[in-house]
């Protein structure tokens, strides 16, 4: 306990740290309207955000990520809470990720940079108010300063069917939104959960490997793309490392071979490995054998002997002998990504289902360019498929996998913990993430309260395993945020939150007046509210979202604003007329002031009992807490 | 004291005449005539011996072999009765070492000093402390392959014999650096010239030379190579070897410990040479496209060594990147020549605008290529139908980011063209651009869109100079009117590809049609430093499935044919002698132990549940295989023992074992 507590305070600290950055910086930004309708297909492309730093991503990530979970979680629910809590709670609800993300864009162009601390936030998803309905929609967040840092609101399908929405920055790797999706899902965090993509036209698959870049990924999608990303456990991620011998040792003779290797003893797994991964060079499993080969354009398969090597795949020409010198380079793996093929028996008259499918990721549709191969058993395919990913990703799959078993393990060591606390499975997986994740500090400020919430916190948890009453008590999101865990796993939000999801986009007013600079102190948990249902229209009427946003492509350059309006917002209203970029706060402060301040008062309060707030927070903390109270005051007020 | 007479001159103890022969095994050598006794020390013996020889001289190095017995008294406190020596012993005290003449993995010959009385193992760690390689138990010493003389005595160019034989090594201490190498190189000119041949690549060989020297052709011949080894538990005395004689030293077991880069560049060095040769003279085979990047490699890496920048990678911080740009800019402004302010190149995006002329090759069109007004900016290039048009719409608009670029190039026929594959949602679309002089600008844009990167990088100004001159080389090497274009022999300071590619290469391609593969691949490669480059040489040839199979010819216990067994790093291997398939491999890490029946030249080695394996070696003594196996054990437990000092003792335990038949 007493380590998760000390991460937790750390988290908070640096929140609390982030915050008054926040504040200080002249929170300039804009908010962008959310999109209002979930366009198309899985992901919107939402906004770039100009200068902001890893830490703000992070925290708008953790953010979206609590937002989800709060729409998962009953609004009802919620608003109790939030009301025993403070009272600002209420209106926070309408709080939604826009808002965050305004705030922290505000931070971004301050160009503070810190790593940290959004991973820490997800404790406050209890607190906060339910996501926006509509994982679809597109948060976009405006301010667009020189350097945009495009994000994507990405929709992620579970494997009970739910699906979630995250923020993902163009920065973050697979590795990274897996965290995100552990602590969202309190998943156990083992190393076969990955994220996988899905391209239905093709019927392909494949799982992203760790180190991508996630956006990038993205990029390569087309704006109609039905391809989707999913969540899930695949045991063929790391299967090389769990069973080196299958993969190694497997060539000849495979029925003897079948049977010592599954007497493998782990010793000898990890000599295969260091042997295998940790020389001069990796070495690739040696892998041949015929396969079949989909001619370019037709549904005819051609039988041909392949080889594995690490430098590309090659065949035995006819004729010729398997010798090295006889080879003919059939693809190299520089330019391509490996699929697997889905009922290609079905759609191109595959001898069998197990095949593989190597193309150039930007490649969407049908085409010459992508190569089909097909294998005689799953097996075989598993080989090459895995073949194929250790000679074009070498060692990084292994500095993957570890860095997969370092989380694995923390994440069973804390949940070992945490079975005491009923409350705690949430916590354990993030508490270590943050803890990592934080950089330099702006730390101090918060700690000292932040730990004593949390110690109380958990007090309760014990004490009582209800996760409700500990809820209940406790104002500290960290607190609620693990019984709601649970729920995070839940369908997707009813449509009338979908609603809702626009206001998110109300959030970036509520910024833009929080760096006008209500003197109101909010509490750090305030700020994270519950997501408020506004009126789609509301989202035209804010400030033209980022180029960015519009359009994903791969350069990231930002399309111009009247792209946007035609996509996302076609049904709205048009947008009003952008404000200058570099201060696009003035036009959201000018519409949302007044809801806003009627329903500040009761934050500041709040804040006040908070034993937690620190006074390092100061004003500029409490001049971002009102802004963000302001914009929920608004939000509720469209709503009602 | 021996030698105690009477009166009469008879001696009156029981001592007798021992004749030494002073000089290496030489029937004519002085002797010298000692009268000993059995009890007489072998320190007193050599005492008298110095005496009577009566000539100043450090005698330091002396000793005593017993040519009948071939072997070293060394032990100075044993007597002549302990080492069992009569009168009719042929001893000679002659030096421990003596120069041999080394032929180094980068085929260079160089003359030292090497012990000949203590075991290869250590003679050969001492040579290796000479040149400053570390981690002697991956190189052993091969006997020379006997010259056919048989041939008409072509006078072979005298080569240069570097000569490091008076070179004197303190003992103990690691060879402080000075002046950037060991400091026993630094004593001359000579020595440090030897020092360069040590720790940089050598050019590429003469393609003629290549062509000529002997490569395998099948396995079998694979394997005379193996029956050369020397044993590392005897000395060089021992194993016949005379002063003068050529060795060989070679990289023996191919597990390469904690290759370091900065801390090794002669290991490192003849490593690399040692891979090269090996990939030249088909010592082990490669596929075509992996010939190209091996080429390319070694073009990049002699360029680097020819030009001397053996020191920093080329744009490996990215830190100093802006500031290349500044410095670049700011020269360029100084040289008054910049076309805008300074403050403006820095922010502004560099582009490059043109006429170029488009070729997109279609199903079923006969168009050619067509005049176009381009402009290439960030990483995107759009073509217009002119000029004017410039500012509205592009016929089209490709983002080069992921594209495959190709140089299609004819120096001499003139034609500049760049070929692009730039991949779309629908497929890859297809492109040519036919540049005249801008190609270097335009290629060098191209490359870096295609990583990514815009022209704004600091390195567009180094790829456009390395393009440039490779297209100088291809105008020198091959392009060259009336100078044999294509003729193996072209000119010294040009790119001649046969020179970097094995021979059967050579046949196979012209040396037009490899030069512009080798670029293609080189563009991968061109940002390496020399240290970069080598090690991604050597990690490319560890990469290739046959790499590290030593083979040795075999006959399994109860098989009736001759077979081969590879043995590798980690495993041995069965292998069909004539059509060299795998029949099955055996790994190290199953095996239970191995033994030798010297007698019959038997290895039989047990596995894992119990799985039982036995042959007599054909092509190569059994003490080879045996010192293979053990070899490549005793290198496994080197993890283990990581920064310890090499256990000698674990060696020789697990390789010799022989001496006590």
């Keep these: ?640 | 004291m021996a030698g105690m007479k009477t009166a009469s001159g008879d001696y009156i103890d029981s001592s007798w005449e021992l004749r030494v022969f002073v000089g290496e095994e030489d029937p004519e050598a002085e002797s010298v005539t000692l009268r000993v006794t059995g009890e007489s020390h072998i320190g007193g013996v050599l005492l008298k011996i110095v005496e009577q020889i009566n000539r100043k001289q450090d005698w330091s190095d002396h000793a005593i072999w017993w040519e009948q017995k071939r072997q070293w008294l060394l032990q100075t406190h044993w007597t002549l009765d302990k080492y069992g020596i009569l009168a009719d012993a042929r001893l000679f005290f002659g030096p421990q070492h003596r120069p041999v003449i080394l032929r180094l993995p980068n085929r260079r010959a160089l003359r030292l000093r090497a012990s000949f009385s203590q075991p290869l193992f250590q003679a050969v760690a001492a040579i290796c402390r000479l040149l400053s390689i570390r981690h002697p138990e991956e190189l052993s010493l091969l006997r020379a392959p006997e010259k056919k003389e048989k041939k008409k005595k072509e006078k072979e160019p005298e080569e240069e014999l570097y000569d490091l034989s008076k070179v004197v090594l303190a003992g103990g201490v690691a060879p402080a650096l000075f002046r950037g190498m060991p400091a026993h190189f630094s004593d001359s000119a000579q020595t440090e010239a030897c020092y360069h041949m040590l720790s940089r690549p050598q050019p590429p060989p003469d393609p003629l030379l290549l062509q000529r020297l002997p490569r395998p052709s099948s396995l079998s011949d694979k394997t005379q190579l193996h029956s050369r080894w020397l044993d590392s538990s005897r000395c060089l005395m021992q194993q016949g070897i005379k002063a003068g004689d050529a060795l060989w030293l070679r990289f023996k077991y191919y597990s390469f410990f904690d290759l370091d880069p900065k801390t090794d560049p002669v290991r490192l060095t003849q490593l690399y040479e040692q891979a090269r040769w090996d990939l030249l003279l088909e010592e082990i085979d490669c596929t075509e496209e992996e010939m190209m990047v091996f080429a390319a490699l070694q073009y990049h890496i002699n360029k680097l060594s020819q030009s001397g920048e053996v020191g920093e990678p080329a744009g490996t911080d990215p830190g100093l990147d802006d500031l290349d740009v500044a410095l670049s800019n700011l020269e360029v402004k100084l040289e008054g020549s910049a076309p805008t302010d300074v403050l403006d190149s820095l922010t502004t995006i560099p582009e490059l605008k043109d006429h170029l002329r488009i070729f997109r090759p279609r199903k079923l069109t006969l168009k050619g290529y067509r005049q176009h007004w381009v402009v290439f900016k960030e990483t995107t290039l759009s073509y217009y139908k002119s000029q004017d048009e410039a500012p509205g719409d592009p016929i089209q608009q490709l983002n080069l980011k992921g594209c495959e670029v190709v140089p299609d190039v004819n120096v001499s026929g003139q034609k500049f063209c760049i070929k692009l594959l730039v991949p779309s949602p629908e497929g890859m679309s297809e492109i040519y651009l036919r540049c005249q002089d801008q190609y270097a600008r335009w290629m060098a844009g191209c490359r870096l869109a295609s990583k990514g990167r815009t022209m704004a990088d600091s390195s567009y100004t180094s790829e456009v100079q390395a393009i440039l001159a490779f297209l100088s080389l291809q105008r020198t090497g091959s392009g060259g009117p009336g100078n044999h274009p294509h003729g193996p022999d072209a000119s010294a300071e040009g790119l001649n590809p046969y020179g970097l590619v094995a021979p059967r290469f050579q046949r196979k391609f012209k040396a037009k049609q490899l030069t512009p593969r080798i670029l293609e691949a080189h563009q991968n490669v061109a940002q390496l430093s020399l240290a970069e480059a080598q090690l991604r040489f050597i990690q490319a040839w560890q990469s290739l499935p046959d790499f590290g199979i030593s083979y040795v010819m075999v006959r399994f216990k109860g098989s009736r044919k001759d077979e081969i067994l590879g043995i590798a790093n980690n495993r041995l291997i069965r292998i069909d002698l004539a059509v060299g398939d795998v029949v099955k491999t055996w790994r190290f890490s199953n095996m239970r132990q191995w033994n030798v029946n010297w007698d019959i030249r038997q290895v039989a080695i047990e596995f894992d549940e119990h799985i039982n394996v036995a042959f007599s070696c054909v092509s190569a003594s059994c003490r080879i295989v045996h010192e293979y196996i053990g070899g490549y054990i005793f290198l496994s437990t080197r993890e283990r023992a990581r920064g310890e000092e090499l256990d000698e003792d674990l060696f020789l335990q697990l390789t010799g074992g022989h001496e006590a038949f």
Excluded at chain 1, 149 to 167: A, E, I, P, R, Y
Excluded at chain 1, 522 to 545: K, N, R, S, V, Y
Excluded at chain 1, 612 to 639: C, I, T, W, Y
């Design chain 1, 1 to 640: 306990m007493g380590e998760s507590s000390e991460d937790i305070d750390q988290m908070f600290s640096t929140l609390l740290g982030e915050m008054d950055l926040l504040t200080q910086s002249l929170g300039v930004d804009t908010l962008p309207p959310p999109d209002p309708n979930p366009p198309r297909a899985e992901f919107n492309y939402s906004v770039g955000f100009k200068d902001l730093n890893e830490s703000l991503n992070a925290l708008e990530d953790q953010d979206l990520d609590a937002l989800m979970a709060d729409l998962v979680a009953d609004i009802s629910e919620a608003e109790q809470r939030t009301i025993q809590a403070q009272k600002e709670s209420l209106q926070n609800q309408h709080h939604s990720a826009s808002l965050q993300a305004s705030i922290f864009s505000g931070a971004a162009s301050l160009g503070y940079g810190t790593n940290v601390a959004a991973t820490g936030i997800s404790q406050y998803e209890d607190d906060l108010p339910p996501p926006p309905a509509d994982p679809v929609l597109d948060l976009p967040l405006p301010p667009p300063p020189p350097e945009p840092l495009s994000q994507l609101v990405v929709k992620v399908h579970m494997n009970d069917n739910s699906t979630k929405s995250l923020m993902v920055d163009e920065r973050q790797l697979a590795r990274d939104v897996l965290d995100n999706l552990f602590e969202k899902t309190h998943c156990d965090c083992n190393v076969d959960w990955c994220l996988y993509e899905i391209y239905p036209e093709l019927q392909i698959e494949r799982f992203f490997e760790d180190h991508e870049n996630v956006v990038e990924v993205l990029s390569d999608w087309t704006r109609d793309t039905e391809n989707k990303i999913l969540f899930l456990e695949k045991e063929e991620k790391y299967a090389v490392f769990k069973n080196p011998q299958n993969f190694y040792l497997d060539n000849r003779g495979k029925k003897e071979s079948k049977e010592t290797n599954e007497k493998m003893n782990a010793k000898n797994k990890e000599s295969l490995l260091e042997e295998s991964f940790c020389g001069t060079s990796i070495i690739v499993p040696e892998l041949e054998g015929a396969l079949y080969l989909k001619e370019d354009g037709k549904k005819s398969w051609k039988r041909r002997y392949f080889l594995l090597r690490a430098s590309g795949i090659y065949y035995v020409p006819k004729g010729k002998t398997k010798t090295s010198r006889d080879l003919a380079c059939f693809i190299q793996f520089e330019n391509v990504n490996i699929y697997y093929g889905t009922q290609h028996k079905m759609k191109y008259k595959a001898p069998t289902d197990y095949c593989f499918v190597l193309k150039h990721p930007q490649i969407q549709k049908e085409s010459q360019y992508i190569k089909y191969l097909c294998c005689d058993d799953t097996r075989t395919l598993n080989q090459w498929v895995m073949g194929i990913r250790i000679a074009k990703y070498g060692k990084t799959l292994y500095d993957n996998y570890q860095r997969a078993v370092a989380k694995a393990g923390l994440a069973s060591r804390w949940t070992n913990l945490g079975t005491v606390n009923a409350a705690a499975p949430a916590q354990p997986s993030t508490g270590p993430k943050t803890g990592t994740t934080q950089p330099n500090g702006q730390i101090p400020q918060a700690t000292h309260s932040v730990s004593a919430v949390l110690q109380e916190a958990q007090r309760h948890a014990e004490t009582s395993k209800d996760k409700k009453p500990a809820l209940g008590n406790h104002h500290d999101p960290a607190v609620p945020r693990a019984p709601h865990a649970p729920k995070s796993s839940l369908p997707p939000p009813p449509p009338v939150r979908r609603s809702s999801d626009t206001s998110g986009s109300p959030a970036t007013p509520l910024k833009a007046k929080g760096t006008g600079g209500g003197g109101l102190p909010a509490p750090p948990d305030d700020f994270l509210p519950p997501p408020p249902p506004p009126p789609p229209l509301d989202d035209p009427e804010l400030p033209p979202p980022p180029p960015d946003f519009m359009e994903p492509p791969p350069d990231f350059v930002p399309p111009p604003p009247p792209s946007y309006a035609g996509i996302a917002g076609s049904e709205l209203p048009p947008p009003p007329p952008p404000p200058p970029a570099p201060a696009p706060a003035p036009v959201p402060d000018s519409a949302r002031p007044p809801p806003a301040v009627a329903k500040r008062p009761p934050v500041p309060p709040k804040r006040q009992e908070n034993p937690g707030h620190p006074g390092g927070a100061g004003g500029g903390e409490q001049d971002f807490m009102s802004d963000l109270m302001k914009a929920l005051q608004k939000k509720r007020g469209n709503v009602s």
